[in-house]
Structures are given as structure tokens and as C-alpha cells.
């Protein structure tokens, strides 16, 4: 399943803020931070990848149901994907 440009762009948005909140975490580590600090921010991280994931999948689906119909989904495959975020 491949993603059209317009569905890429906000989940991409959503990765390259979660980059740049992953490289305040480690800047805080390198910089000795407080751990809760560190890990708030972490988690954020950690929020932002996930969505992102079921952004991607999300955005996938509802690509595959206007390209090639409800029926042609392999709801194997779909089943697979969202087990990988979990």
C-alpha cells in the first residue's frame, strides 16, 4: 500500500516533531536532566511516534477503500498492521 503525497504530509509533520522532541530528550540526558523531566518529554516522544503509526494506517485504508474498493482490503494484512503498533 503506498500513500499519496496529501496523506504524507501531516504524518510527516507529525514525525519531524516527534524528531525534534527525541533530540531535546537526548540533549536533556548529554546536559544531566532531571530523569521526571527527561522522561515527560520522552513520552511525548513516545505519543507521537504511535499516532503517527496509526496515522499511517489510517491514511493507508482509507486509500486503499477509494482506489480499490471496500471488498479488495485484505483484512489480514490491515489486522497485521495495527498489531504492530500494539
Do not use: W
Not at 507529525?14 to 527525541?22: E, P, S, T
Request: proline share 3%.
Amino acid at each position: 500500500m503506498k500513500i499519496p503525497e496529501e496523506g504524507a504530509k501531516p504524518i510527516v509533520t507529525r514525525l519531524k516533531r516527534a524528531h525534534g522532541h527525541l533530540a531535546t530528550v537526548i540533549r536533556m540526558l548529554e546536559e544531566g536532566e532531571e530523569c521526571e523531566d527527561v522522561l515527560t518529554q520522552l513520552a511525548a516522544v513516545n505519543k507521537a511516534l504511535g499516532r503517527s503509526g496509526y496515522a499511517l494506517v489510517a491514511t493507508g485504508l482509507q486509500h486503499c477503500i477509494a482506489t480499490e474498493g471496500p471488498e479488495n482490503v485484505d483484512q489480514h494484512k490491515l489486522e497485521k498492521l495495527f498489531l504492530a503498533l500494539a
